[in-house]
């Protein structure tokens, strides 16, 4: 199963990785439509990704979500009515929601975060 592996000790809380994603998925530097959060308090760093577990996939009451050949969790745009029940009942709290899309936004491990982070926090793991 592909999965972005995240070390929260080397994080720095930059948010490069949450500029790139959002760059990548949208064309727009905007950190609230990133599909991983960087938070920090103090000294404490905590950074929430998805961890494919697949608990969404039986939620879903449109059958939007599954797995694809990679064990990723992704969205079939096409059927998700925006019910965001995903939001909320994600265990890691790694689904997310913006105002602007009917769909909610998640990690699918493509790995470009990973290319840009300056301290080697995130990686993927096949």
Aim: net charge negative.
């Amino acid at each position: 199963m592909k999965k972005l592996i995240k070390n929260e000790e080397l994080c720095t809380a930059c948010g490069t990785c949450e500029q790139v994603c959002s760059e990548t998925y949208f064309k727009e530097e905007n950190r609230e439509k990133a599909s991983l959060r960087v938070e920090k308090e103090v000294d404490v760093v905590k950074l929430t990704t998805c961890s494919q577990c697949g608990e969404c996939i039986e939620l879903c009451p449109v059958e939007a979500l599954y797995k694809d050949k990679n064990g990723v969790v992704r969205i079939n745009k096409q059927e998700c009515v925006g019910c965001f029940s995903c939001v909320g009942f994600c265990p890691e709290g790694a689904m997310f929601y913006h105002v602007e899309h009917i769909e909610p936004l998640k990690c699918i491990a493509c790995g470009m975060c990973v290319k840009e982070c300056p301290e080697g926090a995130l990686s993927i793991e096949k």
